[in-house]
């Protein structure tokens, strides 16, 4: 089974799909040619689900970084006789800059490997194994490299050494000295698809550098955040951009599946749908930490895959398939035995058709944010939203699962009524845009019953908060987002109670919050959940209680790994990150609370300024 920490592994993107490199150098998750594909490697989840690794044969130390405003992972290997530079990347189209960035992704991953210093010897060991190691390919030597052939793949391994086939792995033993190189590329292309040309050396390393530019112009054109934790805010842009997919604008809520939430559970699930939850507030946190460019093209997305849905009078599905699919039946995968044992192993999620009217309300909050860059809404699409923010208003009386997806019995869950009151706060200032003007007088009067609603059935005078149902003594953390959306100010005295008593009894003894303590149905524990920490800190920052935000905010970044990427979860005896990675929420969690609390020192300031006594004119 694989036993590597979470935080052990980086990611590279091409806006299509994703892979996961170890420290060590060895490639344990790729999906071609899109996020949600079956896996080449797949030894995340099971050692014989293959992998692709490059590393000195000596004992070495490993340190990496990303290269400067990129996706493209450097390793530095160190030995007793040398040092040598592994660069990673999944190539994007050739010369892609800015807002073209992963247009036309060849599909390619690509890794160069340098030594700098002294003389170093290597091994590489190439095991594909298409279908989520189903799949053993034919291997067979080409000019240049190796061949794979096998279920609906082909992969062709470019490769500058000699190598040894053993069946379905393809193994090498080299040297590099001080100023050599040796640069790979695996290109993936479907089994009925015509052959691609070979690429030489000299091309690799051509679209590894081409592949650094097209990031740095990404960030050069789209960041622009100046404030506490810049890069990791910056860093967390480019996380959010690499997991979102080119073609249609969807946005995955992380790169893997079945990465557990408990160490040997069975909470496992796949992430690599578009959620429109998660999607929608990616797109707000990238209006601080990228230019959320895609903003038009998502909510194109979104009236394709949703509208006729609306139109016949059913729910918003909450999720889809990050080509607009609709139906994700779950199934698992008996022959994985999962990471660290955890199985099942899943694909599909079988939360699909789950009733969760909370989206309403994050979709249109999202497009109220970026109201200015969706000044061109297209007819169809202007329906869509209108139909929305109708159905938020036909829909909040009733029970759903919750934001949290419980698979229990439905129940009134609190957050999913305050973001019905934001779809239609939201959609009463959108009128004009959307040319809903006609219904804001219907809305207004039924947001102003869901307030009453939640602020006499949603507080709770016994526990002093706000709890996770009506008429629940429940403490949630996604009642956090009371202050956050505007429901109430944040120094209102019932959201001061609800932060206090979510610090009382919702966090771990490292000050980590967990989403509840209830029972939600599911067999076995989860970890505390670092998004609810850095809603934590964003409601302390947002009540004035600075101080207390930036110490919960530095308690979450850090078990973000080496590189910055953030899982969902963290084990609360190991401290290690859980769940799937990286978790597109947490980097939404710690972007909206850096700038929260960058705006509350930033109100600090004002005031003291403006408390300061005048100097005295000159004469």
């Known amino acids: 089974m694989s036993s590597l920490p979470i935080a052990d592994y980086g990611l590279v993107s091409d806006c299509h799909s994703a892979a996961l490199v170890s420290r060590m150098g060895s490639v344990d998750w790729l999906c071609f040619p899109r996020f949600n594909a079956p896996s080449i490697f797949g030894r995340l989840l099971d050692d014989k689900a293959g992998h692709w690794s490059i590393h000195p044969a000596d004992e070495c130390t490993a340190t990496r970084r990303y290269i400067d405003q990129t996706l493209v992972l450097e390793t530095t290997f160190t030995t007793s006789t040398g040092k040598a530079v592994l660069l990673d990347s999944l190539a994007v189209g050739k010369n892609e800059r800015g807002h073209q960035l992963g247009a036309e992704a ?33 291997l067979s030597e080409i000019e240049g490299g190796v061949r794979a052939r096998g279920g609906a793949s082909y992969l062709r391994l470019s490769s500058p050494v000699p190598v040894a086939l053993d069946e379905s792995t393809c193994r090498t033993r080299f040297q590099l000295k001080a100023g050599q ?17 070979h690429w030489a050396q000299s091309d690799i390393d051509s679209r590894i550098e081409d592949t650094i530019n097209a990031w740095r112009s990404w960030s050069s054109l789209h960041q622009f955040y100046q404030g506490p934790w810049q890069e990791l805010v910056s860093q967390s842009g480019r996380i959010l951009q690499g997991l979102t997919y080119y073609p249609t604008g ?141 159905a938020a208003a036909a829909r909040w009386k009733e029970k759903d699962q919750g934001i949290w997806e419980m698979r229990g019995e439905p129940r009134h869950f609190l957050y999913s009524k305050l973001m019905c009151w934001v779809a239609l706060d939201r959609a009463i200032l959108l009128a004009g845009q959307i040319g809903a003007q006609d219904r804001v007088s219907r809305w207004t009067r039924i947001r102003d019953e869901i307030k009453s609603a939640i602020l006499e059935q949603g507080w709770n005078e016994r526990v002093q908060a706000f709890t996770q149902s009506f008429g629940s003594d429940d403490l949630d953390a996604s009642n956090l987002a009371i202050p956050i959306v505007g429901f109430l100010p944040p120094n209102d005295q019932r959201v001061i109670s609800t932060i206090e008593a979510t610090a009382e009894g919702l966090t771990d003894e490292h000050g980590l919050v967990y989403r509840y303590r209830a029972h939600d149905g599911l067999e076995g524990e989860e970890g505390a959940f670092l998004l609810c920490t850095f809603w934590f800190a964003q409601a302390q920052a947002m009540a004035g209680r600075v101080e207390q935000a930036k110490e919960t905010f530095s308690r979450a970044i850090g078990f973000a790994n080496d590189l910055g990427l953030l899982a969902e979860e963290v084990e609360p005896k190991t401290r290690e990150l859980l769940g799937n990675f990286p978790q597109a929420f947490s980097h939404i969690g710690l972007v909206n609370a850096a700038w929260a609390i960058s705006e509350a020192e930033r109100r600090v300031g004002e005031l003291n300024v403006a408390e300061r006594p005048s100097l005295p004119k000159s004469a």
């Open 106 to 138: 060849p599909h390619a991953l690509l890794r160069s490997l340098r030594c700098t210093d002294g003389e170093m010897e290597f091994e590489s060991e190439y095991a594909p194994r298409p279908e989520y190691g189903l799949v053993y390919p034919l």
């Open 181 to 197: 190189t040796a640069s790979f590329a695996l290109q993936y292309r479907a089994s009925w698809e015509p052959a691609r040309d």
């Open 250 to 390: 969807a946005i995955v809520a992380a790169a893997t599946t079945s990465l557990p939430e408990t160490a040997g559970g069975s909470r496992n699930w796949d992430y690599r749908f578009c959620w429109v939850r998660d999607a929608s507030l990616t797109l707000e946190a990238l209006w601080v930490a990228a230019c959320p460019d895609e903003a038009n093209k998502f909510f194109d997305f979104m009236t394709g895959a949703a509208l006729t849905q609306m139109r016949q009078g059913v729910d918003l599905q909450i999720m889809f398939g990050i080509g607009g699919e609709h139906d994700l039946t779950e199934r698992e995968l008996p022959h994985l035995s999962g990471w660290r044992g955890s199985r099942p192993v899943r694909i599909g999620n079988g939360a699909w058709n789950q009733r969760q009217i909370d989206v309403y309300g994050e979709l249109l909050g999202t497009v109220y944010l970026l109201r200015e860059r969706l000044q061109d809404l297209d007819e169809t699409t202007k329906e869509f939203l209108a139909e929305v923010a109708d």
